[in-house]
């Protein structure tokens, strides 16, 4: 298929792509700030807000006395208010929203707020909220035969620990909105939202009214990657809630440190396991038991804590497991989506089971993974069984194309030669299931308009934020439709043109909106092939619209698409379209926790060379080389971007993000001096990505699979290359699984006695 570059780009590079806080303001906006708890934990014994009230220019301080609905933004879980009432759970909980002319006199406005809270005890950490039995909801647990009775016959049991720390999203635009009063009491709200029916639905509910008086608008976000699945909304409630009240435009854009404060990210994840393997290295048994960290309130917890139960195996078939996740409650922001999901957490823990097995068995850990790799109809531990499963291949093709033999024999040469210097690799194999996991989620619309003149707008329910959703969405268009790119326009998302829709997440989007616009394109073509058929007096059955013209038998005619779109219009025949597509095949049991909850799996092998400077603790990525099952990619330049982000992203998380609160719940890595992102200098020197050579999946919207999240857990092979590289070094290093793997923990890895 002929690809095209991301149809944002010129506008990006240019800086004229629109972002919430670019869109022209009306007359007469309003500015919002939030006035946050500055405790972690207590009861509100009074606020003062007289002399924040009569500074000049503030218009009004918004509390929770204010809402004319229910004080509610819970999602899945009915646990959060929009605005603290009497009691505070985490420090920059929101409490009060301060209106006035401009965000200058708001945040002045803000700092004239006194509070007096009555302090009660903190939690930080998942172990501490387990004792205290302190819990968002009960456990899920996934089985899959007996692991009590297998360890019996294991001839190596090994238990172990892990912590994986949380993530800040770090998104470049921060979290943001626009709501504009309309007339009866209409409101239409610009959101950098990724779920724009969420922000509907929760106004709606917040303001006391219903969802078809709230318009939702999405341009673009200036990315999201799971922060903004759920959090994006209480700011666009905020806004609501006070053009309500004042019936003038509302803008709120947090800036950077508000944002970082206020916005959940990654949950951190404290677990503990129990491997068995049999005399041959084949993993008999495995138990695990995740702590996650939720934070205050559940947000999207729950879902997230169910995707670390399915990729508690990742890429292993192992016959005996027993999983456990406790969403465990402490006072830190709501931890929420971040691009894969749980999923990362949970292989993270498997991934370090099987280098402690290695470890005390004496074997290089790539011989258990590769004894164990998933087979054709093996059963992952929530029954679905694996079809279509590309993982030896991805692996074996991995070994061969990048000759990792040599490699392994080059970096044991440069280990002999070099003290200072040591290089580590790795092997890191991913499964990952594509699919919401919550089956009724698995659905979108597509809105098609031929317009008059043969130009064409399309609308979806999907979110463009970078990741280049439209442009796979163009393509889907024009391809299905025959006619050139140029002639197609994406328009924004937009809660009145395609309702109730899912949020822009799963990696799932291109797969529902892509099929759903492939439906909508079929239907009008049929309609226009009618048409062209009595132009031409031919069959129906011998036309094709292809290269803006008509095909019969193949041969191109005379007749124009332009031609046929003006007859069809002469004709009064519908040049619009709506059409809805629901996943097939998938279902899943909570009574049970069985069922077919993923429509396909995506699969892929990185092999990660690392250097570690064994005086400093610094290290390098020399490489990373991966095999990825893109089924059979639309856009291989837009597919290879997301492999690149996604792993950067994952060494990230795996070695230098470190978020870290302290023992009263406040953020201390709150800005990026103290928050180490990855730079082009962190980055692997080299990134190597080869497409597996596969039939791809009916159900990835033309056979191309999803991309966004799968390889984020290629970074993990990070953190075990850099291991690999210490053990090097300092044969007497104890195994640690403590991500992240900063230069601070490798160095006291390098000389601990
Ligand atoms: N890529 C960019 N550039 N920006 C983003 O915010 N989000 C990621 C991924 N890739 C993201 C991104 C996440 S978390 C998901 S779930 C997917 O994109 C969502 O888009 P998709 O379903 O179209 O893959
Ligand atoms: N969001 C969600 C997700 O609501 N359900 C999911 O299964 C999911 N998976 C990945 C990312 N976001
Ligand atoms: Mo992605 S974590 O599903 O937004």
New binding site residues.
């Given amino acids: 298929m002929k690809t095209i570059k991301n149809i944002d780009s010129f506008g990006h590079v240019r800086g004229e792509s629109l972002f919430v806080d670019d869109i022209p303001t009306l007359q007469g906006t309003l500015y919002g700030v939030t006035f946050d708890s500055p405790k972690a934990h207590g009861t509100i014994k009074n606020i003062d807000y007289s002399k924040a009230e009569s500074l000049e220019g503030v218009v009004k301080i918004f509390t929770y006395k204010d809402i004319l609905g229910e004080n509610q933004i819970g999602g899945i879980i009915p646990d959060e208010p929009l605005w603290a009432e009497d009691e505070v759970h985490f420090i920059g909980q929101p409490i009060a929203f301060i209106v006035a002319t401009s965000e200058a006199i708001a945040k002045k406005s803000r700092a004239l707020i006194t509070i007096e809270i009555d302090e009660k005890p903190v939690i930080t950490t998942a172990k501490e909220a387990k004792e205290k039995g302190s819990f968002i909801n009960a456990p899920r647990s996934f089985k899959l035969g007996n692991t009590t009775s297998s360890f019996s016959n294991c001839e190596y049991i090994i238990e172990g620990e892990t912590f994986s720390n949380g993530q800040e999203h770090l998104?470049l635009e921060t979290q943001g909105c626009y709501a504009v009063p309309m007339e009866n009491g209409n409101i239409k709200i610009t959101s950098s939202t990724q779920g724009p029916t969420s922000v509907q639905k929760t106004v709606a509910k917040v303001l006391g009214v219903s969802m078809h008086k709230i318009e939702v608008d999405v341009i673009r976000?200036g990315?999201?990657?799971?922060g903004k699945e759920d959090q994006a909304t209480p700011w666009a409630v905020m806004a609501a809630v006070a053009v309500q009240n004042l019936k003038k435009p509302v803008k709120y854009i947090l800036n950077r440190h508000d944002d970082l404060r206020m916005t959940g990210k990654r949950h951190p994840y404290e677990s503990t396991f129990k491997i068995g393997l049999s005399k041959e290295y084949k993993i008999q048994a495995f138990e695990v038991e995740f702590l996650q960290n939720s934070g205050a309130a559940a947000d999207l917890s729950p879902a997230i804590a169910e995707r670390t139960l399915f990729h508690a195996t990742n890429s292993y078939f192992i016959p005996n497991v027993t999983t456990i996740v406790h969403s465990c409650k402490t006072n830190l922001p709501p931890n929420t989506?971040?691009?894969g999901f749980g999923g990362p957490q949970g292989m993270f823990v498997i991934e370090s089971a099987i280098a402690k097995a290695a470890e005390e068995i004496g074997i290089d850990k790539k011989e258990i993974q590769e004894l164990n790799l998933l087979q054709e109809n093996d059963e992952f531990s929530y029954g679905q069984i694996a079809t279509q499963v590309e993982m030896e291949n991805c692996w074996t093709s991995a070994k061969n194309n990048f000759n990792s033999a040599k490699l392994e024999e080059e970096i044991a040469a440069f280990n002999n030669k070099n003290t200072q210097y040591k290089k580590g690799l790795s092997f890191m194999p991913i499964t990952f299931g594509i699919s919401f996991t919550n089956t009724p989620m698995n659905h979108a619309r597509a809105l098609i308009h031929i317009y008059q003149d043969g130009s064409v707008g399309v609308s979806t329910g999907?979110v463009e934020?970078?990741?280049s959703?439209n442009t796979k969405m163009l393509q889907v268009a024009s391809v299905t439709l025959g006619i050139s790119t140029t002639k197609v326009k994406l328009e924004t998302t937009n809660t009145t043109r395609v309702a109730n829709t899912s949020p822009?997440?799963?990696?799932?989007?291109?797969d529902l909106n892509g099929k759903a616009v492939l439906k909508a394109c079929n239907s009008l073509i049929d309609r226009l092939t009618t048409v062209a058929s009595t132009l031409l007096a031919v069959d129906k059955g011998v036309i094709q619209f292809k290269n803006d013209m008509v095909y019969v038998n193949q041969q191109q005619t005379s007749l124009t698409w332009e031609k046929v779109v003006e007859q069809a219009m002469f004709e009064r025949v519908a040049l619009s379209e709506n059409a809805h597509y629901a996943t097939p095949i998938i279902h899943f049991d909570k009574t049970k926790e069985k069922g077919h909850p993923f429509a396909y799996h995506v699969y892929g092998t990185a092999i990660t060379v690392v250097t570690v400077d064994c005086l400093r603790g610094t290290y390098e990525i020399d490489a990373v080389k991966i095999v990825h099952d893109f089924g059979k990619s639309m856009n291989i330049g837009i597919d290879t971007g997301?492999i690149e982000?996604?792993l950067v992203q994952g060494i990230g998380w795996m070695t230098l993000e470190e978020i870290s609160y302290n023992e009263h719940g406040q953020l201390l890595s709150n800005a990026l001096s103290t928050y180490k992102v990855p730079d082009v200098f962190s980055a692997p020197k080299t990134i190597e990505v080869l497409p597996l050579e596969t039939l791809g999946n009916e159900h990835a919207i033309l056979k191309s699979k999803?991309?966004?999240?799968p390889p984020l857990m290629y970074g993990i092979g990070a953190y075990f290359a850099i291991q690999n590289a210490v053990k090097e070094f300092n044969p007497n290093y104890q195994l640690k699984f403590d991500a992240p793997f900063t230069p601070e923990k490798v160095l006291m890895g390098l000389y601990e006695e």
């Fill in positions: 998104y976000l990315g999201g990657f799971g989506a971040f691009r999907a934020m970078g990741q959703v822009t997440a799963a990696s799932a989007t291109a997301q982000g996604a999803a991309v966004g999240e």
